[in-house]
């Protein structure tokens, strides 16, 4: 064997045909482009520690290869290992890394059809992005108790992967790490703080995942398309869950939401066509998670039970429940009458948005407050506001062309654009302070109604609006 060495650089080497196996010396920090490329006759190679670069082509067509051994924090340039049609084990040992290292990690080894068993030994800290992209014929990984990270889309597609123990020294799993993994059963989550975007998704034989305390994050898309996950725990640490996070679990069929988190939206749990039994926080706001989902009524742990689900084209409130999720109805096609209940006392936001079919929504007295955007460019005729109405708030009537509404003496605040786009609106009382509306000026009904000498005619001569006296 004669290896040609230039200031560091494995440039070429000389192999006799029965020299199967290359231990590279210790000091050699690079490999050359193609310094390897076409010696069909390795079987092994072992990369010293002092390595940190790896150029294009170094292994190219090296087809007998079946074992490399290296270090982490090793740069590998484009097609390194191209047609190394035999590789089937890898082994990384840790190393310190140093500041000249350009390595991110573990490497990305591209065109490893053949890759079955990989084995990072103790000392390696991460798993790089892109580290065993689309090796599909993966089928064991051994990871060190070392492991603080693995990185975005580590181990995507590997479709052979059906399971992995990782470490409970990790604390972060990356965007993507193993979306795609089809084969996966089971996977223990460590003790991690988050889970990144479409981390699991369309992990379809993913049965069941323990997620344990400080889990705080678990964002969009992280276990999308898990079709055969029929149970999931998710601890009492959890304060966030991003959109879509379990939609298309069409196998799981109860979740409890932990207490510390305040809101769910953004389709969480969209299309968990197996979803009966859903139990909430009783403070927590609910914009749209269960859409699609056969659960309708959701129970809160003070006790008391959300709607979350609505598909008839006339609403009343079903027997116990006292509280509605935000944005129920919003862009509903079908819906033409709601009835609400007088132990709900607030409209939530968005709650009637954009529902061109709506002609009459009854509002009972009890009702206190009406929420932002409630009734936003829907095409209501018929609303009757309750002499218990304390709060209108901001953009609540924007847009609905077709209503004129009447304000009740008892409301005492009105948000900003509240009105814009209706012709005209009643004032059955005084508002104490017209300040929050002064920045409508532009967007005001054209004719205002009230008592004379009130601060309602003040404002309608403010904002240009005709003023008739009731």
Known sequence: MKLNIQDGVLLSAELT?????????????????????????????????????????????????????????????????????????????????????????FFHIPRLPSLREAVLHEGVSEVGQY????????????????????????????????????????????????AGCFALQSVTIPHVREIGYKAFMNCTALKSIALPAPLQYIHINAFKGCTALAQIDLPDSLTDIGGEAFAG??????????????????????????????????EIRVNGPFSGCPVQVASCTDGTKMLVNWSEPEFAFPAGVTRI????????????????????????????????????????????????NAFAYAWVERLELPETLKAIGQEAFCGCRLLHPVIPASVETIGEEAFVGIEDVTFLGDLKDIGPLRPQIRAFPKLIRGHAGTNIEKLAREVGAEFEAI
């Open 131 to 178: 580290a065993f992209l689309n090796c599909a014929r993966l089928e064991n990984v051994s990871l060190p108790s070392t492991l603080k990270k693995i990185e975005g889309s580590a181990f995507k597609n590997c479709t052979s992967l059906t399971q992995i123990v990782l470490p409970e020294s990790l604390d972060e799993i990356g965007n993507e790490a193993f």
């Open 17 to 105: 045909e029965n020299e199967t196996e290359i231990n590279i010396p210790e000091g050699v920090t690079a490999l050359g482009p193609a310094a390897l490329a076409m010696k069909r006759q390795l079987r092994k190679v072992t990369l010293p520690s002092t390595m940190t670069k790896i150029a294009p082509a170094a292994f190219s067509g090296c087809t007998g290869l079946e074992e490399l051994a290296l270090y982490e924090w090793v740069f590998v340039g484009s097609d390194a290992f191209g047609r190394c049609s035999a590789l089937r084990r890898l082994e990384v040992f840790g190393r310190e890394r140093k500041q000249k290292d350009t390595g991110s990690g």
């Open 249 to 282: 679990c069409s196998s799981l069929k109860s979740v409890t939401v932990p207490p510390l988190v305040e809101r769910i939206d953004g389709k969480v749990f969209q299309g968990c066509t197996a979803l009966e039994n859903v139990t909430l926080p009783p």
């Open 325 to 372: 999720a935000d944005a129920l109805f919003a862009r509903n096609e079908t819906l033409c009458r709601a009835v609400w209940s007088r132990n709900v006392p607030v409209v939530p936001y968005q709650t009637f948005a954009a529902c061109e079919n709506l002609k009459e929504v009854v509002l009972p007295e009890g009702v206190t407050t009406i929420e932002r």
